[in-house]
């Protein structure tokens, strides 16, 4: 279901509308609206409308969008419909975090392997994983055919790694190191930098 055509913006926000409805549904909802929708989510309803006609039609007029079927599209869109595997490089404190993290799969990631250079964290056991050397990452991610990597690594590090993994076949790169990766045009890359979510906000504050 995927298209060039759709704006990267309009992705961005399915994966909102995914927790959204999710939540819904856990509440035992069965049918919702665009208007709903968008109260809880702060996005207009004309929004979410014109956003889900980019890849289909999803609801009836007057009816609204059936939740688990919505539920269920979204996740084909996004390409969800089965779990990714996901290899994490960095066992530090934040990497730590991540691979203890039980979240990552009721949203389809499954982090199967961990990396990290520093010798003194090869060997041990983070969460339920297994630290293992970075010298055989390009390797073992090959063989695995992975596609999604998270990088937890020093922003010294990060585009280093992050090229090492596009060689070895990664397509998706979730960074959490404060830097701007330079890579191909084809690799999607994601940052999550809390300084910088601080600093827009501090710009509203008295």
């Known amino acids: 279901m995927a298209s060039s055509n759709v704006p990267d913006i309009v992705v ?9 409805l999710t939540q819904m549904s856990e509440e035992g909802r069965e049918i919702s609206s665009s208007q709903e929708l ?17 890849f289909g039609e999803f609801g009836k007029q007057g009816t609204g969008y059936n939740i688990s079927y919505l539920i269920e599209q979204l996740r084909k869109i996004l390409r969800l419909d089965h779990p990714w595997e996901v290899v994490l490089v960095g066992a530090g404190d934040l990497g730590s975090a991540i691979a203890n993290y039980a979240g990552f799969f009721d949203r389809g990631f499954r982090i199967t392997q961990v990396y990290d250079n520093d010798p ?6 983070v969460g339920a994983f297994i630290v293992h050397d970075t010298r055989i990452m390009g390797a073992e991610v090959k063989r695995e055919n992975l596609k999604v990597a998270m990088l937890a690594v020093p922003a010294a590090f990060a585009q280093e790694v992050s090229e090492k993994l596009v060689e070895a076949g990664i397509k998706a790169i979730l ?3 404060p830097i701007s990766l330079s ?8 940052y999550i930098d ?3 979510h601080l600093q827009h906000m501090t ?4």
Request: glycine share 10%.
């Open 175 to 177: 960074c959490y190191a």
């Open 183 to 190: 890579l191909p045009e084809s690799i999607q890359v994601q």
């Open 120 to 125: 003194e964290k090869v060997g041990t056991r």
């Open 203 to 206: 710009y509203y504050l008295p």
């Open 38 to 54: 968008g109260g809880r989510l702060g996005i207009s309803s004309a929004q979410i409308r014109k956003d889900l006609s980019q």
């Open 194 to 196: 809390p300084s910088l």
């Open 12 to 20: 961005g926000r399915l994966p909102l509308y995914l927790r959204a």
